[in-house]
């Protein structure tokens, strides 16, 4: 599944070739990927077309492209009311791509675009597992008057399926205090804590492992004791390993991932805890203590930690 930075990783390639254009056509070649939309093709095709994209917009995993009416799109009242939502699931993926370029094997939506030199006239959501999609969705406000998420022209409306879910660490509006206030009246493991997205949204499997390796901290640290100056290390770890994450176009355990040009990923070379069973720590191998990356079964997944440099906690809460 995408994490944050996979996501990121698409909306920054779509926001340099989508924001400001518009959407001339519609094409569902497969209804299917758009099941979230209740109110079936031909309103989610109405919703679009004559459509401008005002910016690409993320929060934590979710990503959407709020829409304007072309006809006001460049005035002061061009205001989003609706967003077209995109949910990529385990293989979804959004390729710009020209007309001459043949259909992929799992193309399910396309979009034609308003011209624009040197840039592809179709935005194609390709999904061959079908587990993600598009919707179409409305906008609310903000509920603390900051923008949506991550975006090039902040404005404070969210998309409504995203309002549920927190800020993450990579929003400039995310706040410490909050989220360690949040974290401290919860008893739970802290790696538990992390994949809450009503706490901190954004971090999946894979970076909460390598945040909490290079916090030297275990995931099953008790959330009410920990400590503040820890708590921040640990969200400056999380920052440090979606940044280098985003450095590298984001990890690719599944070919099926690609950024909006097509190319995969390669963080998954430099993971120093997920993944790397019976491997030897990095960090202990560095002042020769010899110790094994330890794997363990963790809510229907797997954690991996450092036995040595992430010892055991003693009241830890699994």
């Known amino acids: 599944m995408p994490e944050l930075p996979e996501v990121e990783v698409v909306r920054r390639g779509l926001v340099s070739w989508v924001r400001g254009r518009s959407i001339i056509s519609v094409d569902v070649l497969d209804p299917r990927s758009i099941r979230r939309h209740a109110l079936g093709t031909e309103d989610f095709i109405g919703n679009l077309e004559g459509a401008t994209v005002a910016d690409v917009v993320r929060r934590g995993k979710f990503l959407w492209m709020p829409l304007v009416d072309a006809t006001v799109a460049c005035s ?138 290079r916090a030297k901290l275990h995931y099953a640290r008790p959330t009410d004791k920990l400590r503040r100056a820890d708590a921040a290390l640990l969200i400056d770890c999380v920052r440090e390993v979606m940044l280098d994450a985003l450095a590298a176009g984001g990890t690719s355990f599944d070919s099926l991932y690609v950024n909006v040009n097509g190319a995969s990923g390669y963080f998954d070379r430099s993971l120093n805890a997920y993944g790397r069973e019976g491997q030897p720590c990095r960090r202990c191998a560095a002042v020769g203590l010899n110790s094994a990356i330890r794997r363990e079964q963790f809510m229907n997944r797997s954690s991996y930690t450092c036995p040595v440099c992430q010892p055991r906690p003693r009241n830890g809460r699994w």
Do not use: C
């Open 76 to 213: 002061a009242e061009a205001t989003p009311a609706i967003a077209l939502m995109a949910h990529l699931g385990m293989s979804g993926q959004l390729l710009m791509q020209d007309t001459s370029v043949p259909d992929e094997k799992h193309l399910k939506v396309r979009l034609r675009l308003s011209p624009r030199d040197g840039m592809p006239e179709q935005l194609r959501f390709v999904d061959q597992r079908i587990f993600g999609g598009l919707f179409v969705t409305g906008m609310v406000p903000t509920d603390d008057g900051g923008p949506g998420g991550l975006t090039e022209s902040p404005v404070a409306l969210i998309a409504q399926e995203a309002s549920h879910i927190a800020r993450d660490p990579l929003d400039p509006a995310f706040s410490f205090e909050l989220f360690f206030t949040r974290l401290r009246k919860r008893r739970t493991g802290l790696k538990r804590a992390l994949l809450d997205q009503g706490l901190v949204s954004g971090i999946g499997n894979i970076y909460a492992d390598e945040a909490l390796w």
